[in-house]
C-alpha cells in the first residue's frame, strides 16, 4: 500500500456560476494495482438484481480494482467500483433498472478500507429531496424505497465527502451505475442503449486539487478507440439514454445524422418532453449530473462518430502516471484511430438489403477551398490558419491569410463540389457540422466511408473533392477535423449558410456570426477579439435572422443576451443546428439563450423602436467577453 497526499482540496464552480463548493482533504491509501481484481467494461445492456414477490434486490459491494481505461497507455489503474456481490468489479457499476412503482430493496458493502462510503441516487426521484445511503467500511447497509418516477437516472459513490457528483476526479470517479425506471404500463418492448461518460485525473495542482490538464474521459468505462462500435442497419430506429456522471460540461454532436430529444434530467428529476415539445439537434449540452433520451435514424451507409464537441476531451492520453511513455505512431491516414481519445463512439451504418449506393449527382457548382497556413509567427499567438474561396480562375495567393475562413452558401438541392486544397505544410481534413451528406465526405479520417475506402486526409499539396447535396435550408458551419486544438483554434472554421431554392442572400438582414477560442485561449467574434465589435445598422420594423454558431475548443459555457439599456428583449428562436423548429415552438421569449461547443441558433429579431441593441457574449459566471452594437435606426 502507498500513501497518496491529500486527495483533493478543492475550489470549484459549477459551469452554470453556482456557489463555490469547498471540500475537505481526505488522504487514501491506494492499493498496488497487481493485488486486484480486474474491472470489466460493463457495456449497460444487462439490469442486474432479481425479482420476487414485486421487490426487486440488488446486491453491491464497493471495492477496489484494477481498472484498464486504455489498453496500450492506461493499463491496471487503481480504482474504486461496484460490483454486484459474488460477480466481477465493473466500470460503471450494475444497471439497476425497473418498472415504475416497482419497490426496490438495495444492499450495499463497502469493502473499502479504511473510508466512509456515500451512496446517492437510490430513491424515488418524484421528488427534490435526495437520499443518501452511508455506509462505513466493512459494514452492509439495506435500504429500500419505491421507484416513483419514471426515467433515466443514475447512483453514484464517494469517499470525498461530495455531496454533488461535480469533481469527483480521483479514486471514486468511477462509483457510478444507471438507474432506469421503465413506464408502468406494459409497452412494446423498445431497445435501448445506455452510456455512461465518467472522469479520472492521475495528477493534482499544488492546492490539492485535480489538474484539468491531466483528464481522461470513459464512455462505459472505456476510452476511444476502444469504446463500443456500434453496428446498425439503414433505416434503423436507435434510441439512446447518455448519462453525464462526470465533473464538467459535454455538448455531444452526431455527425451526419439528426437526433430527437425527447427527455432531459437535472438534479435527480428526469423530464419526459410531450411531441410538441420534442426537439431536433445535432448537438446537445449535457451539464454535469445531468441525462438525456435521444432517437434517431441513421439512413445513410458509412462509418460515423458520436462524440463530445468539446475538443480538450478528445486528446490522446501521451501518458498515465506510472505506465510506459513510449511514443506511439500517428500515421495522418489513422488520425481519428491513433491521434483522439476520450469521448468518442465509433458507429458503422450497413446498407439495407436492396438499398444501392447513390452516386454524385452532376455538380451544378462549383467551388475551390484553399487551406492556407501562416507557421512563421514568432509570437504566442501561434499559427494562422484559413480556409479561402477562390474567386475567379486563380488561387488566392499562398501568403494569403483572413481574420476567419470564408463563408460558403449553397443552395438547398443544388449539387455542389467543393475542391478542397491544401496549400499548408501539414495534412488537414475538413467537417462539415450539421450537414447531412455522404460519410465518405464528413471529414472524419479513417472512419468515413465504406471497408475499402475510408476518409483519407488532405495531405500538403494534395486536393479532395467533396459532393454536397444540401437537403435542407439551414445555418450550418464547417472546421477542421485534424489536429483540431491547433488547426481550428489557427483560425481554420467557417460559416455555411444553405438557402431555400427560391431565397436570395440578404446581407442587410441577414447577420452571422462565429464564436471561436484562439491560440491563447481568448474568445472571438467573426475572427477578432476585439470587446467591442464594430457597430451594425438596422432599422426599427424590420425582422433580422441571427445566425449565431459556438465553434470554440473550449468555451462550452457560452450565453448570449440581446439587451436595450441594460434589459434583455424579446426574440424568436427559429431553428437549432440548422433544423427549422415547428410553429408551435417559434413564439417570442426573453432573449437570453445558453450557447455550447458545436451548437448553432437562429434567432429572429424586429425592432420595434430606434436606440441601440446589443449583443452580449458572456462566460460561465455571467462575465461580459464581447459585445455587438446594433444601432436602430428609425
Known sequence: MHALAPLFAMLIASPQASPVAKFVPVAISVPAAAALPAARSNDNRTSAGTTRNGVHTLRLVAQWTAWTLQSKRARNLPMLAFAEEGGAPSIPGPVLRVRQGTRVRVVIR???????????????????????????????????????????????????????????????????????????????????????????????????????????????????????????????????????????????????????????????????????????????????????????????????????????????????????????????????????????????????????????????????????SDSTIADSAGPRFAAILQDGAHEPARDSMQAMSSRIVLRQGEPTTITLVNQTREPTSIHWHGIELESYYDGVVGVGGMPGMRTPPVMPADSFEVHITAPRAGTFMYHTHFEDVRQQNGGLYGAFTVLAPDATLDAAHDLTFMLANTAIGLVALNGSTAPVAAPLMLQAGQTYRLRIANISTGSPNLQLRLMRDSVAVPWRVVAKDGFNRPAVQVVPRTALQPISNGEIYDFEVTPDRAGTLTIEIRGSRAQLIISQPLHVMP
Open 110 to 372: 463497502s469493502a473499502i478500507p479504511g473510508l466512509t462510503l456515500v451512496v446517492r441516487g437510490l430513491d424515488g426521484h418524484d421528488s427534490d429531496v435526495r437520499d443518501s445511503v452511508v455506509v462505513p467500511s466493512g459494514a452492509t447497509v439495506e435500504h429500500e424505497f419505491a421507484a416513483s418516477a419514471e426515467g433515466t437516472f443514475y447512483y453514484w459513490g464517494s469517499v470525498t465527502g461530495a455531496t454533488v457528483p461535480l469533481r469527483r476526479y480521483g479514486y471514486d470517479g468511477q462509483l457510478n451505475g444507471a438507474f432506469v425506471v421503465d413506464a408502468a404500463a406494459p409497452a412494446p418492448v423498445r431497445s435501448d442503449r445506455i452510456f455512461m461518460i465518467s472522469l479520472w485525473s492521475d495528477s493534482s495542482n499544488a492546492d490539492g486539487s485535480f489538474s484539468s490538464a491531466r483528464e481522461f474521459w470513459a464512455i462505459n468505462g472505456k476510452s476511444w478507440p476502444e469504446t463500443e462500435r456500434l453496428h446498425y442497419t439503414q433505416g434503423d430506429s436507435v434510441r439512446w439514454r447518455i448519462i453525464n456522471t462526470s465533473a464538467d460540461v459535454h455538448p455531444m454532436h452526431l455527425h451526419g445524422f439528426y437526433y430527437r430529444i425527447d427527455a432531459h434530467g437535472a438534479n435527480g428529476r428526469d423530464t419526459l418532453y410531450a411531441p410538441a415539445a420534442q426537439r431536433m439537434a445535432v448537438t446537445e449540452k449535457l451539464t454535469p449530473g445531468t441525462t438525456m433520451q435521444m432517437v434517431w435514424s441513421p439512413n445513410r451507409a458509412g462509418g460515423w462518430v458520436f462524440h463530445c464537441h468539446l475538443t480538450y476531451h478528445l486528446q490522446p492520453i501521451d501518458r498515465i502516471a506510472g505506465q510506459d511513455t513510449a511514443s506511439h505512431e500517428h500515421d495522418p491516414a489513422l488520425h481519428t484511430e491513433q491521434h483522439m481519445a476520450g469521448l468518442v463512439l465509433g458507429i458503422d451504418v450497413t446498407r439495407a438489403k436492396g438499398r444501392v449506393a447513390a452516386a454524385p449527382s452532376a455538380a451544378a457548382r462549383r467551388l475551390r477551398l484553399v487551406v492556407h
